[in-house]
């Protein structure tokens, strides 16, 4: 009777070893997942400020005037150079003498 008590004893307390180490690392993991959703959401913010930027810097408005800083000027066909197929077999040979 003593050993069937003893082993019952042992059990129990293994049995609640096991049990505060598995509440532990779920603690462990709890923390942790709260920690990476944190940062999840520092990323989501983040992103939405980069969208926002993006969307002023590419606006027409605003390429518009950094071209006139520029002095950047459109293409029209006076200003359009048209090559020819053996000018550009010309420069095709010329490049290929310069390696």
Same mark, same amino acid.
């Given at each position: *009777?003593?050993?069937? &008590? %003893?082993? #019952? &004893?042992? $059990?129990l *307390? %293994?049995?609640?070893?096991?049990?505060?180490?598995?509440?532990?690392q779920?603690?462990? %993991?709890?923390?942790?997942m709260?920690?990476?959703?944190?940062?999840?959401?520092?990323?989501? &913010?983040?992103?939405?400020?980069?969208?926002v930027?993006?969307?002023? $810097?590419?606006?027409?408005a605003? +390429? /518009?005037?950094?071209a006139?800083?520029?002095? *950047?000027?459109?293409a029209?066909p006076?200003? #359009? %150079?048209?090559?020819?197929?053996?000018? +550009?077999?010309?420069?095709a /040979? #010329?490049?290929g /003498?310069?390696q």
């Amino acid at each position: *009777m003593g050993r069937l &008590v %003893l082993c #019952t &004893v042992a $059990l129990l *307390m %293994l049995s609640a070893l096991s049990l505060v180490s598995s509440r532990y690392q779920a603690r462990q %993991l709890f923390v942790a997942m709260e920690r990476e959703q944190a940062q999840s959401r520092e990323y989501e &913010v983040e992103w939405r400020g980069l969208q926002v930027e993006r969307a002023a $810097l590419t606006s027409n408005a605003r +390429i /518009d005037r950094v071209a006139g800083e520029l002095q *950047m000027v459109p293409a029209t066909p006076e200003r #359009t %150079l048209y090559l020819t197929e053996s000018q +550009i077999g010309y420069v095709a /040979d #010329t490049e290929g /003498d310069a390696q």
